[in-house]
């Protein structure tokens, strides 16, 4: 039996049938997961803003016109329910960049090669837990999650030239 595609669910879904947004969560909430707690800075809320982006997408399913795929709709809904999160606690205090620099791999690598093991992937969450969110977003949409620049400035609601400013900008204090 073939595994219906997200666009067929996605159809089936938005008729009302649960049994297939629940196949759409299952199938993308580990990579929604992942990427909420790299935006959060690590897993306190990343479970309750998962949780909020799958229901807020529930709701919405009816408007969605399909114009992207499902998977980028429902991390676009994740960036904004973590930026809410962000905004609403305001539970982040600006870190020094020089305090940063000091702890900060090279990042030149190919950042998926880089996080290999285990050791690195953990330095490599704890230095993106250390950047404010408006430079972590970038780095990880880009550089973790694969996202081209267009599509993640996109997903972060910025023009192509604002969002590479600001990952020049985190990628640099970060090299240092």
């Known amino acids: 039996m073939e595994e219906e595609t997200d666009r067929a669910l996605v159809a089936r ?5 649960e049994r297939a947004f ?20 690590g897993q306190n809320a990343a479970e309750d803003v998962t949780q909020e ?14 114009d992207a795929e499902f998977s980028t709709w429902v991390h676009r809904i994740a960036v904004n329910e973590s930026n809410r999160l962000l905004a609403r606690e305001a539970r982040r205090e600006i ?47 880009r550089d973790v999650e694969g996202y081209s620049n267009e599509e993640a400035a996109a997903l972060l609601e910025l023009d192509v030239r604002n969002f590479k400013s600001r990952l020049h900008l985190s990628l640099i204090h970060i090299s240092e």
Not at 22 to 41: C, D, F, P, Y
């Open 95 to 141: 870190v020094l960049y020089e305090d940063v620099m000091e702890k900060a791999p090279d990042l030149a690598a190919d950042v998926p090669e880089r996080a290999e093991s285990s050791e690195r992937r953990h330095r490599l969450e704890l230095l993106l837990a250390e950047l404010p969110a408006q430079y972590r977003a970038p780095v990880v949409l």
């Open 22 to 41: 629940e196949a759409l969560v299952g199938r993308h909430a580990g990579r929604v997961h992942r990427l909420v707690t790299r935006l959060l800075g």
């Open 53 to 66: 982006t799958f229901v807020r997408a529930w709701r919405a399913l009816p408007s969605f016109r399909g």
């Open 13 to 17: 879904a938005q008729e009302g049938d």
